[in-house]
C-alpha cells in the first residue's frame, strides 16, 4: 500500500508539510531536509491534468534491440513442461530474430493496473511492450492515455481478427489494442453431485446446494450473468435500477448462505475439493480442469445467456520496442500459430482460418464449440457494455460493499 | 532466597534511568583526555546508526507521510479512475470509519482471540522445550526444528493446505459430523472460527520463539528454592517462572496482535462474504478494486494509529519498566 502521489501544486505541497510540522512530526532542519525529499520522492503524478505521458517522446529501439518484453495471465500460451520452453515463442525468435521475454505478471486486472498505475501516469516504462488485460481494463487503459497507438502496417495478419471483434465501443478501429483470446462466463457444476445438471442462473439458488455454490469476484461476468437473468440487454443501455435488483438478489444469496464464497481463479480449487459444487465459472478453466482431472464437471452458458469477454494485447505508453511488440502481434494472428495456442488455451481463438489451420493442429477440437464457436452458441453469449469512469467507480464500491469488502 | 533477591535486584536495576545515572557520575572526575576520547567514541556512534537512519528514513518515515498526504486528497469533479488531487480532505476518514469502523472492530477482535489462543498453545510448548527437556539436547532439537519447520514453507501454501484438510468432503469433517460435533449441513471452511484458526495457527511461531528464548534463561534453581519454600506447582508458575518470562509473553503477544489484526489472507482464503471480512481485505478491495487510493491510505493510516494506541495501552498496563 505505497500511495505514490505527493501534492502537485507547490501551495498545497506546503500546507501538508506545514500540517505535519504543526504536530511536531517534524521539527526544524530536519523538517526542511524531509520536505525537500518529499518534493523530489513524489513521481510527479499528474492528478488532474490528462493523466498521460505523450507517446511521441517515445524512441523506438526496436531496431537495435531485438526483444520483446511480454506480461501476460498464467496458463495462457503454449507451454512444453518437459523442455520447460513456449514452443511457439521459440518459433517466433526463429522467425524474426527477435528474443521475447515472456513472464506471467498478470494475476488479476485490478492487481496488476495498481500495480503500475504510478509508472504509466508519469510516462515511464513498465518494463513491459505488450501488456494482457481484459476489455474492460483495456477500455480504461486506452481511455487514460496509457497506450501506444500501432502501426497496422506492421501487423499485416491483423486483417484476421473476427469481423465482430473489429470494432469495439472502447477502441473504435483497433488502433491501440488487438484480442488475444476470448472467453465465456457461464455456469459449470460437479456431474457427480448434480446428476441433473443445470439450465439457468437461479438453479445455483437451489436450498439443496446452500453453502455449495460460488460466484466470481469479478463484478461484469456475476452481475453480467445475473442481469442476464432478470432479462436485462447487458450490452445495451441499462444503468442504475438494472445493476441494482440483481445486486439486490447477489446480497440476498450471500446472506442466505447460499453462496459459500465470492471468488477469483481460486475457484477452481475448491471445485476441485467438493467444497463449491456449483460455480459461475469461465469457460477455458473447466476445459483444463477436465483435462487434468477427468471428465468431473460441465459447463454450459445459461438459458438466459453468458458474457463473452475478450483480452486484449497492448503496447503500454513508453515502452521502447513497439515495432518488435508489433511483429509479436503479426505472428499470432497467423492462423496456423493461433491454432497452436488455442489447442494449448483452450479459449477462443480471435482469429478468422484457426479452425481450418486446427485441422493441422489437433482435429479432435476443431467441433470444440468452447473454441470455435457456432453461431448459435454466440447468439448466448453477450458483451457488456464499457461503463463510464463515473460508472465504474461507483459501480466497483457498490460490488465490493456487497461482498464483505 | 538470597539469590532470589540478587537476581531480582539485577533484574530492576538493569534499565533504571536513577540508577544509570548514578554510574555516570565518576565523569566529573576524569581527565581531559579521557573525555575527549569519549566524545569521539560517542561519535562514532552515530556514524554507526548512519544506514538505519537512512533505511528507516526511505522506507518508513516518507512512505507514512506519503500516505498521510494520500489520504487527505480529493477526487475532482470528472477526474477518470486513479486521478485525485491533492487537498486536506479530512472527511475522508470520517467517510471510511464510518462504512468500515465494523471490520476494523472485528479485526482486532479475530487478532485478540487468536494471541490468546497462540499464548495457550505457545507457551506450554515453550516451557516443554526449554524447561523440562533442557538437558535433552537431541529431543529438544527436533522439537524446537518442529516449531520453526512452518517458517519454511509459503504461508498461503500453508494456508490453502488447511482447506483441503479442512473441506466439507474431509475426513476430519465427516467424523465431527459422526460424532455431532459438528451438524449435518455444518462446515468448518468459510467461517469465522477457520479464520481465526487460521491466524492462530499461522502466528503461533512467533508467540512461541520469545517465550522459548525468555524461559531457556530460566535459572531453574529457583523453581527448586520456590517448592522448598512450600510453593505447589501453580504458586511458583505464577510468582516464579511467569513472572520471569513476561519479557517473551510481552515479546510474543505483540509479535501476533500486531500482524494479525492487519492480516488478510487468512480472512481471504478462509472466511466468506458475510462475517468474516478483516480490514486487511477492506484496504486491499479499496486500493485496487475500487481504486480509491485516499479512502485505502485514510484506512492504512487508521489502523496503524489504533495499532499503536492498543499497543501503548498493553504495554502501559502490563509491561513494567524492568520487563521491556
Known amino acids: 500500500m505505497t500511495p505514490r502521489r505527493l501534492p502537485e501544486d507547490p501551495q498545497l505541497r506546503r500546507l501538508v508539510v506545514a500540517q505535519m510540522s504543526r504536530r511536531n512530526v517534524l521539527t526544524g532542519a530536519g523538517g526542511l531536509t524531509l520536505a525537500g525529499l518529499l518534493a523530489a520522492c513524489g513521481t510527479g503524478g499528474t492528478p488532474t491534468s490528462q493523466g498521460s505521458a505523450e507517446g511521441g517522446a517515445v524512441v523506438d529501439r526496436s531496431a537495435e534491440e531485438k526483444i520483446v518484453n511480454w506480461a501476460n495471465w498464467t496458463l495462457y500460451l503454449d507451454y512444453d513442461s518437459e523442455a520447460q520452453t513456449y514452443p511457439s515463442l521459440d518459433a517466433f525468435t526463429k522467425q524474426t530474430g527477435i528474443q521475447a521475454n515472456y513472464s506471467e505478471d498478470i494475476d488479476g486486472n485490478d492487481s496488476y493496473f495498481g500495480k503500475v498505475q504510478g509508472q504509466l501516469a508519469a510516462g515511464q516504462d513498465i518494463g513491459q511492450d505488450i501488456v494482457t488485460l481484459t476489455d474492460w481494463m483495456t477500455a480504461r487503459m486506452i481511455r487514460l492515455g496509457y497506450t501506444q497507438e500501432l502501426d497496422r502496417s506492421n501487423i499485416p495478419n491483423a486483417k ?246 | 532466597m538470597s539469590l532470589l533477591a540478587t537476581r531480582r535486584q539485577q533484574q530492576t536495576g538493569a534499565g533504571k534511568g536513577k540508577n544509570g545515572r548514578k554510574r555516570n557520575k565518576p565523569e566529573d572526575f576524569r581527565s581531559p583526555g579521557e573525555v575527549a576520547a569519549d566524545k569521539r567514541k560517542s561519535h562514532m556512534g552515530y556514524w554507526l546508526i548512519l544506514p538505519g537512519f537512512i533505511f528507516m528514513l526511505l522506507f518508513f518515515v516518507l512512505p507514512v507521510f506519503s500516505l498521510l498526504a494520500t489520504s487527505l486528497y480529493t477526487k475532482p469533479p470528472g477526474a477518470d479512475i486513479g486521478q485525485f488531487a491533492p487537498a486536506l480532505q479530512f472527511s475522508n476518514y470520517a467517510v471510511v470509519l464510518q462504512d468500515y469502523w465494523a471490520e476494523l472492530i472485528r479485526s482486532f477482535g479475530f487478532a485478540l482471540i487468536a494471541t490468546v489462543a497462540a499464548l495457550l498453545i505457545g507457551y506450554p510448548m515453550a516451557y516443554l522445550v526449554a524447561v523440562r527437556l533442557r538437558h535433552r539436547n537431541l529431543l529438544r532439537g527436533i522439537l524446537l526444528v518442529l516449531i520453526i519447520a512452518p517458517f519454511f514453507t509459503s504461508f498461503i501454501l500453508r494456508t490453502q493446505a488447511w482447506k483441503q484438510i479442512l473441506a466439507d468432503e474431509s475426513l476430519v469433517v465427516s467424523a465431527l459430523q459422526a460424532v455431532a460435533l459438528l451438524p449435518e449441513d455444518g462446515r468448518l471452511t468459510a467461517t469465522a472460527f477457520a479464520v481465526v484458526c487460521g491466524l492462530t495457527y499461522n502466528f503461533l511461531p512467533f508467540m512461541t520463539l520469545p517465550i522459548y528464548a525468555s524461559l531457556e534463561r530460566l535459572d531453574t534453581r529457583l523453581l527448586e528454592a520456590s517448592s522448598d519454600l512450600y510453593s505447589n506447582a501453580f504458586t511458583t508458575f505464577r510468582r516464579v517462572t511467569l513472572p520471569l518470562s513476561m519479557p517473551g509473553v510481552m515479546a510474543g503477544t505483540l509479535l501476533t496482535f500486531i500482524p494479525a489484526s492487519g492480516d488478510y489472507i487468512n480472512a481471504a482464503l478462509l472466511g466468506n462474504n458475510q462475517d468474516t471480512t478483516m480490514i486487511g481485505q477492506v484496504i486491499d478491495s479499496r486500493f485496487f478494486r475500487v481504486v480509491d487510493y485516499p479512502g485505502a491510505s485514510a484506512l492504512s493510516f487508521i489502523l496503524m494509529l489504533a495499532i499503536l494506541a492498543l499497543v501503548t495501552l498493553y504495554v502501559r498496563r502490563f509491561g513494567t519498566k524492568e520487563l521491556i
Request: no cysteine; glycine share 8%.
Open chain 1, 160 to 405: 484476421n481478427l473476427l469481423r465482430n471483434l473489429q470494432d469495439v465501443d472502447f477502441d473504435p478501429g483497433r488502433k491501440h489494442s488487438l484480442t488475444w483470446q476470448s472467453g465465456f462466463a457461464g455456469i459449470a457444476w460437479n456431474k457427480k453431485a448434480i446428476p441433473g445438471g443445470l439450465k439457468s442462473v437461479s438453479d445455483l439458488w437451489n436450498p439443496e446446494l446452500r453453502g455449495r455454490v460460488e460466484v466470481l469476484d469479478e463484478m461484469r461476468d456475476t452481475l453480467g450473468l445475473m442481469m442476464l437473468e432478470n432479462g436485462v440487454d447487458i450490452g445495451g443501455n441499462w444503468g442504475d435500477d438494472e445493476f441494482d435488483n440483481a445486486l439486490d438478489d447477489l446480497r440476498r444469496e450471500i446472506a442466505n448462505g447460499q453462496i459459500r464464497q465470492v471468488k477469483g481463479n481460486s475457484y477452481k480449487q475448491d471445485l476441485i475439493s467438493e467444497d463449491a459444487l456449483a460455480v459461475v465459472a469461465w469457460s477455458g478453466d473447466i476445459t483444463q480442469l477436465n483435462f487434468e482431472q477427468g471428465d468431473k464437471w460441465e459447463f454450459i452458458l445459461p438459458e438466459a445467456g453468458g458474457t463473452l469477454w475478450s483480452d486484449n494485447l497492448m503496447v503500454p505508453v513508453a515502452s521502447p520496442h513497439k515495432t518488435n511488440a508489433e511483429k509479436l502481434m503479426n505472428f499470432y494472428y497467423d492462423p496456423e500459430n493461433a491454432a497452436t495456442v488455442a489447442a494449448w488455451v483452450n479459449y477462443i481463438s480471435p482469429v478468422a482460418g484457426a479452425r481450418e489451420a486446427m485441422e493441422k493442429v489437433d482435429p479432435s477440437l476443431v467441433d470444440n464449440p468452447l473454441i470455435f464457436p457456432t453461431d448459435e452458441y454466440l447468439a448466448d453469449a453477450h458483451v457488456i457494455r464499457t461503463l463510464s469512469a463515473d460508472e465504474e467507480t461507483k459501480y466497483n464500491d457498490r460490488f465490493q460493499k456487497a461482498i464483505g469488502n
